[in-house]
């Protein structure tokens, strides 16, 4: 496990599955789940922001101006973020992995 892991710290060490650590591990997935989804939410939004804004602005109301850059601008940042994004769930997989035999106990 290395410095980045969730997981890591002393009131993970020698934890079984109780309600707190349940908690903890739902906590650490929602907090996952959040971290790998906004960047692509809030770039949407942003791009939308500034094609509404351009629209209202020009009096130009087409359906497919707001679309094709959304999906475009999404597209390109799940490009560049996908080795993050996977090494971020492979490092959450992998620190949940290690905890299963203490979650037996």
Do not use: Y
């Amino acid at each position: 496990m290395g410095p980045g892991d969730p997981f890591a710290g002393p009131k993970f060490r020698l934890l079984i599955m109780n309600p707190e650590f349940a908690g903890e591990l739902l906590k650490t997935m929602m907090f996952q789940a959040v971290t790998l989804a906004a960047p692509c939410l809030l770039t949407a939004m942003v791009i939308g922001l500034a094609i509404s804004l351009f629209q209202a602005v020009t009096s130009i109301h087409e359906q497919t101006l707001t679309f094709v850059p959304k999906a475009l601008g999404v597209v390109a940042l799940l490009v560049m973020l996908m080795p993050w994004m996977l090494r971020s769930v492979m490092e959450f997989t992998t620190a949940v992995i290690q905890k299963m035999p203490q979650m037996a106990q």
